[in-house]
T-cell receptor
Framework: DADVTQTPRNRITKTGKRIMLECSQTKGHDRMYWYRQDPGLGLRLIYY???????NKGEISDGYSVSRQAQAKFSLSLESAIPNQTALYFCATSDSSQGPSYEQYFGPGTRLTVT | AQSVAQPEDQVNVAEGNPLTVKCTYS??????LFWYVQYPNRGLQFLLK??????LVKGSYGFEAEFNKSQTSFHLKKPSALVSDSALYFCAVRRSGAGSYQLTFGKGTKLSVIP
């Protein structure tokens, strides 16, 4: 979905390096999410943010941190990358004004490889 | 806790035949149920959702899904498969009601439509 963009799209990094993945959206949504996708495991939630001042841990937040710089921007950081963080990372957004049945809209993903 | 099971890792179907991708769920209370599709090198795209009411939900690209409360299932269906339907399909569930944010995904089912 072009309304949700992620940079970079692909990244190879070494163990121990700090890396930041960025997400921007033009949908005007207030809620943003970071997921990782591993083959055979589906998507798992890392962090979510309901507005700029409201950031929460998901089910697998260890080793990750996030920053919500503006309503439209949500960054994911790996402070010291390790090989088992090799995965496909997705940013998603949703609009709380849709009510509790809202769906989420996903970016194209960032493929991260930690060697 | 809530969970989603997609019992088939892969489904193969001949072009023009009907297709079914299975999903069962577990959630306390009433569910909101979603289907997403992921094409190669793309993010997840929303297909359809069940909120309440009619058990047969129609969505994008000719897909539909049938909600069965007694069997806790939400199977995705299409009357006539196209080669372009080949992709990875994810079922997801969220507990209904205000304050519920966690969207839990299944592990995904790879659909291959054979010409």
């Amino acid at each position: 979905d072009a309304d949700v963009t992620q940079t970079p799209r692909n990244r190879i990094t070494k163990t121990g390096k700090r890396i930041m993945l960025e997400c921007s959206q033009t949908k005007g949504h207030d809620r943003m999410y970071w997921y990782r996708q591993d083959p055979g495991l589906g998507l798992r939630l890392i962090y979510y943010s309901f507005d700029v001042k409201d950031i929460n841990k998901g089910e697998i937040s260890d080793g990750y941190s996030v920053s919500r710089q503006a309503q439209a921007k949500f960054s994911l950081s790996l402070e010291s990358a390790i090989p088992n963080q090799t995965a496909l990372y997705f940013c998603a957004t949703s609009d709380s004004s849709q009510g509790p049945s809202y769906e989420q809209y996903f970016g194209p993903g960032t493929r991260l490889t930690v060697t | 806790a809530q969970s989603v099971a997609q019992p088939e890792d892969q489904v193969n179907v001949a072009e023009g035949n009907p297709l079914t991708v299975k999903c069962t769920y577990s959630v306390s209370g009433n569910p909101y149920l979603f289907w997403y599709v992921q094409y190669p090198n793309r993010g997840l795209q929303f297909l359809l959702k069940y909120i309440t009411g009619d058990n047969l939900v129609k969505g994008s690209y000719g897909f539909e899904a049938e909600f069965n409360k007694s069997q806790t299932s939400f199977h995705l269906k299409k009357p006539s498969a196209l080669v372009s339907d080949s992709a990875l399909y994810f079922c997801a569930v969220r507990r209904s009601g205000a304050g519920s944010y966690q969207l839990t995904f299944g592990k995904g089912t790879k659909l291959s439509v054979i010409p």
